[in-house]
């Protein structure tokens, strides 16, 4: 474990703090930096896991005309991978943006802070659509019932569509 000039994790530069054993395999640096960072055990699992499928993913791009297929390392893929990546989440898997967005937090971390290579400009893929949320709303005949009570100064929850309790 190495270190590089120290700085907060809510204030990185954009140079890499923390250099991870090269002797390590990927995933292994990938952990030893989240707990360099103090990132929490559950963070951990999950980026070391979209890492995983990011790896996975460019294996299956890359097969061959003979249908072999062959693991790159992610030195060697760049934006173009991470693009299809993240477009074919949202559109093949039909993910949450939530967890596109994870996998690309996890993306980044893998890039920035364990291989120190800069990115560059990938933001143009497919985004997941976030769910359209619809307002509640009364039924015609709770608008219509709803004057009728207040006159009455009944502020039960039956004016607003609930039930009343005993």
Request: charged share 30%; hydrophobic share 35%.
């Amino acid at each position: 474990m190495s270190r590089r000039p120290s700085a907060s994790r809510g204030n990185r530069p954009s140079t890499a703090v923390f250099v991870p054993n090269p002797k390590l395999k990927l995933l292994d640096q990938c952990r030893e930096a989240l707990r360099f960072w103090h990132y929490s055990y559950r963070t951990e699992q999950t980026y070391v896991d979209w890492i995983e499928r990011f790896l996975r993913f460019c294996r299956d791009q890359s097969a061959g005309s003979e249908g072999q297929r062959a693991w790159r390392h992610p030195r060697e893929c760049g934006e173009t991978e991470i693009q299809a990546f993240l477009s074919h989440l949202a559109n093949d898997r039909n993910v949450a943006a939530s967890t596109q967005n994870q996998a690309l937090n996890a993306l980044v971390f893998l890039y920035r802070e364990v291989l120190a290579k800069d990115l560059g400009d990938f933001g143009d893929f497919a985004r997941a659509k976030r769910p359209v949320r619809l307002p509640a709303v009364l039924t015609r005949e709770e608008c219509v019932r709803l004057p009728t009570d207040a006159r009455r100064g009944n502020q039960s929850p039956r004016a607003f569509g609930g039930t009343e309790r005993p």
